[in-house]
């Protein structure tokens, strides 16, 4: 049996932390140049992008795609 999830850089991170974490980042105005999303652009809020993110997987994977970017950029501690 193989252990995958050191492999994985979403493992034990939710969805609301990868909002929170690029909202804090790059804000909605932003966020929203980056990934053209209608829960970003039209009177955003992180409980309004959570909803519509967790119905539609294929916006999800844009939203992990980014974080996953943006986390490989930020220097390490």
Known sequence: M???HP???LHG???EQIV???VERFGFEELACRITLR???HDPSI???LTFLRKNPWAREKVERLYIRTMKKRPRK
Do not use: A, N, Q, R
């Open 20 to 22: 929170i974490s690029l």
């Open 2 to 4: 193989t252990d995958e």
């Open 13 to 15: 991170v939710t969805l």
């Open 7 to 9: 492999k994985d850089p």
């Open 47 to 49: 409980k309004s992008s």
């Open 39 to 41: 829960c970003f652009t």
